[in-house]
């Protein structure tokens, strides 16, 4: 069984920074890659940021240069959030792409709200 435990979210004011964590555990024998998705209200699930096990990063556009992703070691990942805005705010849910046992799958975390307001 695999899990992915997040913490690190809540509320802030815009421009300031919150710290997301997500530890993987469990009969993980491949970790390919983790990162970060988030979803507002009304929209869909969006990539945040992914790093892999290579450490290749990747972001979305709109976070590119306030958002830093980061492996702790092979099954932790930080994302940094700094200069948060309003239209940051959401559920951000932690992902995972690896192989368990015989079959390779996406795992999700719980989520955790980010909120940015005034």
């Known amino acids: 069984q695999v899990q992915l435990v997040e913490s690190g979210g809540g509320l802030v004011q815009p421009g300031g920074s919150l710290r997301l964590s997500c530890a993987a555990s469990?009969?993980?024998?491949?970790?390919?890659?983790m990162g970060w998705y988030r979803q507002a209200p009304g929209k869909k699930r969006e990539l945040v940021a992914f790093i892999t096990e290579a450490g290749s990063t990747n972001y979305r556009d709109s976070v590119k240069g306030r958002f830093t992703i980061s492996r702790n070691n092979t099954k932790n990942v930080v994302l940094q959030m700094n200069s948060l805005k309003p239209e940051d705010t959401a559920v951000y849910y932690c992902n995972a792409d690896l192989l368990a046992k015989f079959v390779r799958s996406d795992y999700w975390g719980q989520g955790t709200q980010v909120t940015v307001s005034a």
């Open positions: 469990g009969s993980i024998r491949i970790l390919y890659g």
